[in-house]
């Protein structure tokens, strides 16, 4: 689960931006959809075979290879 802070709409995709319980900073990239306010809770599963990993201040991603 993810309480959302900041959606970054981006025509038919937008970056959803948040934390989780544990307070782990995440930035998903979604289909465009409705309404999701600030401070709502947003349920996502992720995708093993898409997942780009970014260390925080890298500019390079880890593969899962």
Known sequence: ELEV???EPLGDQMDVHGKTAGGLRF???VRAHGDLPIGSKAQLAIDAERVNVFAP???SHFSFD
């Open 5 to 7: 802070e900041v959606v």
């Open 27 to 29: 930035t998903a990239r």
């Open 57 to 59: 201040g890298e500019t």
